[in-house]
């Protein structure tokens, strides 16, 4: 087969997905954890070949190919196609989403069989990688489609999983509805996110008379000229879209909460793929935002706003997944800037190396909390104690040296320590800020400052030190199932930055063929320099507050003393699912409480019920009449008769 | 020639009596019969006209009209003897189970 070709096998990519979840519905539970695993992640494995062989035919052609399968939807103007978009864009998220996932899928095996023990369901096995790949299947519907419907169907795909996978353990949790409420909220947020993205599309086909890609944005500069209001509207409303899915504040609140779901879960979703759907959206509509400056300054200031505000939170945090959930908030904020910037590319060189990293950080703080486990049990009675709570941890680095050594490369590597990923993708957004956007730059500057800070603090507490809890002392190293997944990514971590070298810029050239040519990023010692110093300078000032300073559990942070209330702030997120709380859903409640009670039940149903009773008194009247005495009838008859003659006579 | 009035007025009369018979009385035969008194009223109508017009149609439909009443008679009779034997009566005031 030509190499051109290869181009036509796109839609595999996401039928290989589902073809693994069928056989793991039917035949799954009969023939055991080994089958589910293998099948669920042979399925994302094939599609991310497939992935590969659509990227080198792609290269030899790297103009964009549409594969069609059908149409789906014909109304009158509206065409919808079943229709696959291969282009060098859309390549690089399959790239990232079918071969992270395949890594996650393989450590899963690993994680899932101690997971299900540990929760004593060892049955869920299975549906943990029936949704997996259900997962990729979405995600990889989103990245392929050629128009925007085709788009939003895996855009809600990936929430449907994700509330699925948030909510693995439904039954478990706070008050035993914990978890539950946590893929509540994270659903529920992420309605009002498409509710925006929806407004969205349908201005779209109101303005351009189609949703496929081409098509639309051939029109942008037409419709931006003739009707600027809409193009604003258009882009602000698909920001609302953006901020519900890729985490950007205000609707960022569900993210932290989502790390109910297994750790893979978290890793795989709210980490590497799903929540950069949003960035990737921005990117594929670059076309839409270059137009309409405000819209770009808006999205920029959330993206660096957010990624400020996270990293503030990230760094009072105890719960070693929370950590990183902001961090991963904090870093989609950097790549939202990088979008709304215009820095498209650099937004998605940063995806891509996050992805590597932050996935590899997840998966190895899995490994963390499945050691910490380990060590619970095997020193039974150590109360309930929190095997996610760092300052139940400590000097893990001697018991889980891989997991420590891959931490290590994630943490450093999300610091922005040269040579690796992190630094090159993080100095290429700043390096675009620095360029036209000083307050902006300043903000990115102080965020990345702070990331090295917390992911430094979060070393020190969980590997440094003496273990404060026996778990910790007795914790164990992972089985080899999940540490090979665990060193690739890492590996992938290190040399993640080589996709965009400054000069060489291969990404770069990459994309041009979707995104147009753009200049590429230059490459700003003075940058790069500073936003190495501020990465050590934040690792090592991780490093003098944190180390040596915990010795028990309870020992206090000595963040505390130092920033006192601001540490009290971070420590409780700023308040702001209270905030939420009082300001949103308290009066929502009270709403839905009025529209209740006295409306509900007091205007309508009483409508209703008087409607009701009326009909019945008057029948109940009318049916006197029928006594069942022959003569009355006749009576009736007679008197009716005469009426209708007499009416005749006199007319 | 008599006038038209005296057979039309004793039409009259007689679909009167079969009214009031029909409405006040309670044995089933007697509604019968006043049932009768009303087709034979509305027999002798016909009659009366065809005569005045000269019209043989009037006296065809009287056939018409006998016969069926013959019939209906037959009918009527089956169902009172029928209900007669299920209820030992034959008051139309005790049949009044069809009622809403």
New interface residues.
């Given amino acids: 087969m030509e190499s051109g070709q290869y181009l036509n096998l796109v839609p595999w990519v996401v039928f290989m997905p589902v073809t693994g979840l069928v056989i793991n519905l039917l035949f799954g539970k009969r023939f055991g954890e080994t089958f589910s695993g293998v099948v669920g992640s042979l399925a994302s494995g094939l599609s991310f070949i497939v992935s590969v062989l659509v990227a080198i035919g792609l290269a030899a052609h790297p103009e964009a190919a549409i594969v069609t399968l059908g149409e789906w939807i014909t109304i009158g103007a509206l065409q919808v196609h079943w229709a696959f978009r291969v282009d060098t864009l859309s390549v690089v998220m399959m790239l990232v989403v079918s071969g992270v996932g395949t890594l996650i899928h393989i450590y899963s095996i690993g994680y899932m069989h101690s997971d299900v023990r540990h929760n004593g369901d060892p049955e869920r096995f299975t549906r943990f990688f029936v949704y997996l790949n259900l997962f990729i299947a979405s995600m990889m519907t989103l990245v392929s489609a050629d128009n925007f419907v085709m788009m939003f169907v895996g855009w809600e795909g990936v929430g449907l999983c994700s509330y699925l996978l948030i909510g693995f353990w439904f039954e478990k949790g706070k008050n035993g509805t914990g978890n539950a409420e946590a893929a509540k909220k994270a659903f529920i947020t992420n309605r009002i996110g498409d509710f925006g993205l929806l407004i969205a599309m349908f201005m779209i086909f109101k303005y351009f008379g189609s949703f496929q890609f081409d098509t639309v944005f051939g029109q942008a500069a037409q419709v931006a000229q003739a009707h600027p209001g809409a193009m604003l509207a258009i882009t602000l409303f698909m920001l609302l879209g953006v901020t519900g899915k890729s985490a950007q504040i205000p609707l960022f609140v569900w993210l932290p909460d989502a790390m109910a779901g297994p750790t893979p879960v978290s890793a795989l979703i709210h980490a590497a793929t799903m929540v950069t759907a949003g960035v990737y959206l921005v990117a594929r509509s670059s076309a839409f935002y270059s137009l309409v400056p405000t819209a770009q300054t808006v999205v920029m200031w959330i993206g660096g706003l957010t990624a400020f505000f996270a990293a503030t939170i990230a760094i009072g945090q105890y719960d070693i997944k929370k950590v990183l959930a902001y961090s991963t908030i904090s870093q989609l904020g950097f790549m939202v800037a990088a979008v709304g910037m215009g820095a498209t590319v650099a937004g998605m060189f940063h995806l891509v190396t996050h992805a590597f990293f932050k996935g590899l950080l997840f998966l190895a703080a899995g490994s963390v909390i499945q050691g910490v486990e380990r060590g619970l049990h095997h020193a039974h009675g150590a109360g309930d104690l929190d095997p996610q709570d760092m300052r139940n941890m400590g000097g893990l680095r001697k018991v889980m040296p891989v997991t420590f050594w891959v931490y290590l490369i994630g943490g450093l590597a999300l610091s922005g320590i040269v040579p690796l990923a992190g630094f090159f993708s993080k100095d290429e957004i700043l390096a675009a800020a620095y360029h036209g956007q000083p307050a902006l730059f300043i903000l990115l500057v102080i965020s990345a400052f702070m990331t090295a800070f917390y992911m430094g603090r979060q070393l020190v507490m969980v590997f440094f030190g003496k273990p404060r809890s026996a778990a910790a002392e007795g914790a164990s190293e992972s089985p080899k199932v999940m540490t090979i997944p665990l060193i690739i990514l890492a590996g992938l971590s290190i040399i993640g930055g080589a996709l965009n070298l400054p000069g060489v810029h291969t990404l770069e050239h990459w994309l041009s063929h979707t995104l147009g040519e753009g200049e590429p990023a230059k490459f700003i010692w003075l940058v790069a320099g500073l936003s190495l110093v501020l990465a050590l300078a934040g690792l090592g000032l991780g490093w003098l507050v944190y180390s040596g300073k915990l010795n028990k559990a309870e020992d206090p942070d000595p963040m505390k003393s130092k920033l006192g209330p601001v540490f009290t702030g971070m420590e409780h997120k700023w308040w702001v699912d209270e905030f939420y709380q009082a300001l949103i859903l308290n009066p929502y409640k009270a709403f839905s409480e009025f529209m209740a009670n006295p409306v509900d039940l007091g205007v309508i149903d009483r409508i209703g019920g008087g409607l009701a009773a009326g009909a019945r008194s008057a029948s109940e009247g ?10 009355s009838y ?2 009736w008859m ?1 008197i009716g008769l005469v009426a209708i003659m007499t009416y005749l006579i006199l007319k | 020639m008599y006038p038209l009035i005296f057979p039309l007025a004793l039409a009259g009369i007689l679909f009167s009596i079969g ?1 009031v018979g ?3 009385r309670k044995n089933a035969i007697i ?1 019968f019969m006043s049932l009768e008194l009303m087709f034979n009223a509305a027999n002798l109508v016909f009659i009366t006209f065809a005569n005045y017009f000269q019209n043989v149609n009037g006296q065809v439909i009287v056939i018409f009209i006998m016969t069926t009443a013959a019939a209906e008679v037959a009918v009527g009779l089956a169902l009172i003897v029928s209900i007669f034997r299920s209820r030992h009566s034959i008051s ?2 005790d ?6």
């Avoid at chain 1, 009449?625 to 022959?630: A, D, L, M, P, R």
């Avoid at chain 2, 049949?95 to 809403?100: E, I, P, S, V």
Wanted: zero cysteines.
């Fill in positions: 009318l049916s006197k009449i029928q006594n069942g005495f022959v003569r006749a009576l007679l | 009214v029909f409405l006040i509604v139309v005031d049949l009044n189970k069809l009622k809403g």
